[in-house]
């Protein structure tokens, strides 16, 4: 079957450096991407990976393996805002996305 | 633009009642796709629409029935509604179909059935 594993939740002090894990396993591969969900309110997207490596955008930075079916979401200068949950999705062999669970992320002064 | 809308916001049904979802969106998007979010869970696609005038069934599509008549308009249709739908449900829209492109999201309909 195909399975996204993401941490359930995490807790980071604000100004320090977060990073949120994510793992799969799918039937075919298309790329990764990462959104952000604040509570009550639809996913936004964040970020796309399709090679390996890192996509950095400002404050935001997504990595990519393909060999281990692994990325990662790093968040640096946390602020309170990004307090929210983080969905990992992969689009499978047939274009369609696959969502993990999603982490809830806890920014504490 | 306003992007993608979703009516109604939130809504109490009585199991055994039917109801439409609505989605509409102003981007022009060739694809649109009907999410469900519960707790504990990640995003599950019930139907998906490459194009107008084509449909096709996601992950849990039982119970669940849509319609694309134009590019703008994708209603979700529940016909007997029960209490395992009691759900948010979110529809989405990206600009490419058969080929991976970023979704975007409308802004949710919260279903209790009862």
């Known amino acids: 079957g195909q399975n996204i594993d993401q941490p359930t939740e995490m807790t980071a002090t604000e100004g320090a450096i977060v990073q949120i894990n994510c793992t799969y396993q799918t039937s075919g591969f298309n790329g990764l991407f990462w959104y952000q969900q604040h509570a009550g309110e639809a996913p936004t997207f964040l970020s796309y990976?399709?090679l390996d490596g890192l996509e950095e955008k400002g404050r935001f930075s997504s990595f990519l393996s393909r060999s281990k079916g692994y990325s990662y979401l790093l968040l640096k200068e946390l602020q309170m805002k990004d307090s929210a949950s983080y969905l990992c999705a992969v689009a499978d062999s047939n274009y369609q996305l696959i969502w993990g669970a999603g982490t809830k992320l806890i920014i504490k002064p | 633009t306003a992007g993608i809308t979703q009516a109604p916001t939130s809504q109490i049904l009585a199991a055994g009642r039917s109801m439409t979802l609505r989605c509409t969106q102003d981007m022009r998007h060739n694809a649109m796709y009907w999410y469900r979010q519960d707790l504990g869970l990640g995003l599950r696609l019930i139907h998906y629409s490459n194009t107008a005038g084509t449909t096709g069934k996601g992950e849990v599509p039982d119970g669940y029935s849509v319609s694309r008549a134009n590019t703008d308009d994708f209603p979700l249709t529940l016909a007997s509604a029960v209490p395992s739908q009691t759900s948010v449900y979110f529809c989405?829209?990206?600009?490419?179909?058969?080929?991976?492109?970023?979704?975007?999201f409308g802004p949710g309909t919260r279903l209790t059935v009862l």
């Open positions: 989405a829209s990206s600009d490419a179909s058969g080929m991976t492109d970023t979704q975007y």
């Open positions: 990976n399709v």
